[in-house]
């Protein structure tokens, strides 16, 4: 499969003649990841307009439906999971609670706090939203053969962990 000019090469061409010392290893990849991210994320939006959530939302009742039986974690460990700060997360689950797709009930071992836990129509609603954006995800690579996606995969997943392994390092220097 031989790869055609596309706007990412136009772009890097254009720094090319301008700038040309700017451009490194890393600048069309940089670009791609870019160009991608911002067709997922494109896709993830029109699938949770359908639903009249918003990215906040899907993304905590995605982290309570993945956390499995029975779908419940305290407000803390969702800002962690979502690196949202404490008020962020209250504002999206009053707006959770309130649509019904989530309910706060005390800790069985510490009234002081609570849990928050998905409901019997948030359970629903959150499975046919992750199908629908996994569907939505799907298209946008529809056109690419299964073999290139496996390679780009593992590159990627290499990538990560490159970079995760120079950080540890980093930082205990």
């Known amino acids: 499969m031989t790869a055609h000019p596309d706007p990412v090469d136009a772009l890097i061409t254009a720094w090319r003649t301008e700038l040309p010392e700017v451009l490194g290893p890393t600048s069309e990849l940089s670009k791609r990841i870019l160009v991608l991210s911002g067709e997922l994320t494109a896709a993830t939006r029109r699938v949770l307009h359908d639903f009249g959530w918003t990215t906040a939302e899907f993304d905590v009742l995605a982290t309570l439906r993945r956390s499995g039986r029975p779908y419940c974690m305290k407000p803390n460990e969702l800002s962690r999971a979502l690196l949202l700060s404490s ?47 996994a569907e939505a995800h799907a298209e946008v690579f529809a056109a690419v ?19 995760r392994a120079r950080k540890k390092t980093s930082t205990r220097a």
């Open 145 to 163: 053969p299964p073999a290139v996606l496996r390679t780009a995969t593992r590159a990627l997943r290499q990538l990560s962990s490159v970079r």
């Open 87 to 133: 008020g962020g997360t209250s504002n999206v689950l009053n707006q959770l609670v309130r649509a019904g797709l989530v309910r706060r009930e005390p800790t069985p071992l510490d009234r002081r706090s609570t849990l928050i836990v998905l409901t019997d129509q948030g359970i629903g609603l959150t499975e046919a939203a992750v199908r629908a954006v």
